[in-house]
């Protein structure tokens, strides 16, 4: 259920926004731009100590800590896909402009406290499993953004389809604060915040992960998803220009990727149970890299639906394999008395270098074209692997290590990620 709140704003203020920017005419340097939107997700930092210091008052008291918080976050998505749908950006780009970055950090600040959520309410040992379940909610929830955001444009235009997502949010709110357990840590904040300050005792245990964890596997973590978030960009600009009509690209994108993707997710789960964390992180980068020749083919192939599907299945399948890989690493490194800060930092991270770098792919796409600019996506993820095969095998115990003694230093304090 989390999972699906969590993927439900990520296309729309991404992929399905693009496209409905490029049918508005906007040009490919602009879309780039918007992108910056996604560097909320970076920022998570920001907003998660906050989220492992304080209940939020009698609500916090009422309802759980990390429920008020995800149920706040949550409010703020719904209103600003509200306000997105009012903000044509063939009329008013500026409107639709900052609803899309108001969207994107609520949506941020709810990953935080989700992901807070997650690592404390199981053991490390269901770490495999908990995060495929993540990832099949997720899907579904992008499935919802996706196909079902361009089905709804097709017939009711772009403003019915975003004041359909926005009402399916609010619902998404009131059921998750209703059914979401409480958390063996979800009430007041933790005695340490209390007597050391508000958010010293967060930021002392970010310190120490930072000290304790090598400077090349921060590295590979900020660079292992480069190759998706460059592509991701432009892959909705380039349906539009090789002629895709919205049916098309629902068909394919987003039902038979999202299945797809599914799958993936779980064969990511699987072999997270089977193989070493270290082969399947160098699976999923060397896959979901390669999916960016697929894109520079499909390119030149133009408007074939036989190379979109390869395409897409072949994205959705890597895609997945590698993100559940990346994010049942981070869990473990962030398993600790101050999970939330702890994994907001390392999924931004992971999120900031190719957020950061995807504002200025409208102008590469547009001096290159398409199909050299995927081959440029495709060679991005070499840096990453290179990481990924020097990182030693012993590495990731020995990092999961003080993680586990704040779990021992907190009563009952069991960590997971997602």
């Known amino acids: 259920m989390l999972g699906y709140a969590s993927g439900l704003p990520l296309l729309l203020v991404g992929g399905?926004?693009?496209?409905?920017?490029?049918?508005?005419?906007?040009?490919?340097?602009?879309?780039?731009?918007?992108?910056?939107?996604?560097?909320?997700?970076?920022?998570?930092?920001l907003v998660a100590p906050l989220m492992d210091a304080y209940a939020l008052g009698f609500f916090g008291r009422l309802v759980g800590r990390r429920r008020a918080w995800i149920l706040l976050a949550q409010t703020g998505v719904t209103v600003g896909l509200a306000l997105m749908a009012f903000g044509?950006?063939?009329?008013?780009?500026?409107?639709?402009?900052?609803?899309?970055?108001?969207?994107?950090?609520?949506?941020?600040?709810?990953?935080?406290?989700?992901?807070?959520?997650?690592?404390?309410v199981a053991g490390t040992e269901e770490q495999g499993l908990l995060v495929a379940a993540y990832q099949l909610g997720y899907r579904l929830a992008m499935l919802t953004a996706g196909a079902?955001?361009?089905?709804?444009?097709?017939?009711?235009?772009?403003?019915?389809?975003?004041?359909?997502?926005?009402?399916?949010?609010?619902?998404?709110?009131?059921?998750?604060?209703?059914?979401?357990?409480?958390?063996?840590?979800?009430?007041?904040?933790?005695?340490?915040?209390?007597?050391?300050?508000?958010l010293a005792a967060p930021v002392k245990d970010l310190v120490a992960l930072v000290k304790t964890t090598p400077i090349a596997t921060l590295a590979m973590i900020g660079l292992y998803r480069v190759p998706d978030q460059l592509a991701n960009v432009?892959?909705?600009?380039?349906?539009?220009?090789?002629?895709?009509?919205?049916?098309?690209?629902?068909?394919?994108?987003?039902?038979?990727?999202v299945v797809?993707?599914?799958?993936?997710?779980?064969?990511?789960?699987?072999?997270?149970?089977?193989?070493?964390?270290?082969?399947v992180l160098i699976i999923g980068i060397i896959a979901s890299a390669a999916t960016n020749?697929?894109?520079?083919?499909?390119?030149?192939?133009?408007?074939?639906?036989?190379?979109?599907?390869?395409?897409?299945?072949f994205d959705n399948v890597a895609s997945a394999i590698a993100g559940t890989a990346l994010i049942a690493f981070m869990s473990k490194l962030a398993a600790s008395e101050f999970s939330a800060t702890r994994y907001a930092v390392l999924s931004s991270i992971y999120a900031l270098p190719g957020h950061l770098l995807a504002g200025g792919s409208g102008f590469v796409a547009s001096a290159t074209g398409f199909q050299l600019y995927f081959v440029l996506t495709f060679i991005s993820g070499l840096p990453a692997l290179l990481l990924c095969l020097a990182?030693?095998?012993?590495?990731?115990?020995?990092?999961?290590?003080?993680?586990?003694?704040?779990?021992?230093?907190a009563e009952g304090g069991d960590g997971q990620g997602a």
């Open 234 to 257: 432009m892959s909705s600009p380039l349906y539009k220009d090789l002629g895709f009509t919205n049916v098309e690209i629902a068909n394919v994108t987003k039902v038979f990727g």
């Open 260 to 279: 797809l993707g599914i799958a993936g997710a779980f064969l990511g789960g699987f072999l997270l149970t089977r193989l070493r964390p270290k082969t």
């Open 16 to 45: 399905t926004f693009a496209f409905w920017l490029r049918e508005a005419g906007v040009s490919l340097q602009v879309i780039g731009l918007l992108s910056w939107a996604s560097i909320a997700y970076s920022l998570k930092f």
């Open 391 to 409: 990182m030693r095998d012993e590495g990731a115990g020995d990092q999961r290590q003080p993680a586990q003694d704040h779990e021992r230093a």
């Open 88 to 120: 044509d950006p063939a009329a008013n780009l500026t409107l639709a402009a900052l609803a899309c970055f108001l969207t994107a950090g609520a949506s941020a600040s709810q990953d935080a406290a989700v992901d807070g959520w997650r690592v404390e």
């Open 148 to 198: 079902g955001a361009l089905y709804i444009a097709q017939g009711f235009g772009w403003v019915g389809a975003y004041s359909t997502m926005a009402a399916i949010m609010a619902v998404v709110a009131l059921v998750t604060a209703t059914l979401v357990p409480k958390t063996p840590r979800d009430g007041e904040p933790n005695d340490a915040a209390a007597r050391e300050g508000a």
């Open 293 to 313: 020749l697929f894109y520079s083919a499909l390119a030149s192939a133009g408007h074939s639906i036989a190379w979109l599907t390869a395409t897409i299945g």
